[in-house]
């Protein structure tokens, strides 16, 4: 007989769009249902990344971007009990090679101990690219982690 899932933290990337929010509302129902918490990791994909490198970002721009969509995860667990951290990783980089959306999701969560990932994986609808839809292909394969691809 198997063990129960066991879960403590769920992982969530976004990107700002649509899909994240409906990622985030499945990531805070898992956690409500074993009693975890979230964590969403906003993935930075390769346009505003060489933006911020080349000064034609403004990164106070993208960290108050950032720090909104945070806030709306929040807002989807607030009366749930559900904590929610964030924070937001590069999924694109100049000067390192191996960097991928897919092992920026991977590095986040050994870092903050997930256990349970939560990845949006259809096509962006309004516009922030396909940051996500190319880490899920990637977290699909090598997450050693169950994952809910939505």
Known sequence: MSEPLSVETVLVPVDG???SVTAIEYAVAIAEKYGAAVHVVHVLGEEIVRGI???TVDRDAVAADT???AETASE???GTGVSVTSSSAYGFSTTQKTRHPGSAVLDCA???GADFLV???EPS???PGDVLERAAEY???YASQPVLST
Do not use: K, M, W, Y
Request: net charge negative.
């Open 17 to 19: 769009s649509d899909e």
């Open 53 to 55: 490198e080349t000064d």
């Open 67 to 69: 720090e909104a969509f």
């Open 76 to 78: 989807t667990a607030a």
């Open 110 to 112: 050994d870092e903050v």
């Open 119 to 121: 990845i949006p994986r």
């Open 125 to 127: 609808t309004d516009g």
């Open 139 to 141: 977290v699909l394969l």
